[in-house]
């Protein structure tokens, strides 16, 4: 990753403006930043990058380019069972029954990356490649690879849906606010 300059700082955390993603080296900019509390105190900071700024969840959504969910862990740990609780929750509660049958699969394999917990410190990167999928890298180290573009469908509609698990992160996420 590469940038060019810092757009903001949330709860310690320098957010940058353009991060550039691989194989293809596409630029990204940041549409949105949110920081998650629990009693005042920062658990994580999440970031939202985009090819095109867009104004729609919907267009958002449709458009095949690559994007980055970033995600700073402020608090000493988040816990993978806690992680994947959350997460599923955001993914069932934004889909049909049907639409989660077919993404059960990508679910599932999605849930066997996160086994340790992520620490104060750790940063981490939820891409889509064009043409490849959902990448998750973990502190730089490539963790898995989800083919094609429903899972990470799936996984933005867990923050920005119209369901998102933190309705004030979801308008952050969009620099809505």
Known sequence: MSSLCVAKELAGVEIEEVVTVSPGGEQLRLKGAAVKSNARQAVYVGGLYLQNDTESVSEILSNDGAKRFVLYCQNSSIKPDALIRALNLGITVNHTED????????????????????????????DFLPGKGTLVTINGSEKGLIP???FYDAFLKTWIGDKPLNPTMKKQLLGKE
């Open 148 to 150: 094609g573009k429903a």
């Open 99 to 126: 639409e989660l049958v077919a993404l059960e699969p990508m679910i599932k394999q999605f849930n066997k990356i996160w086994n340790s917990e992520i620490n104060q410190g750790d940063k981490v990167w939820i």
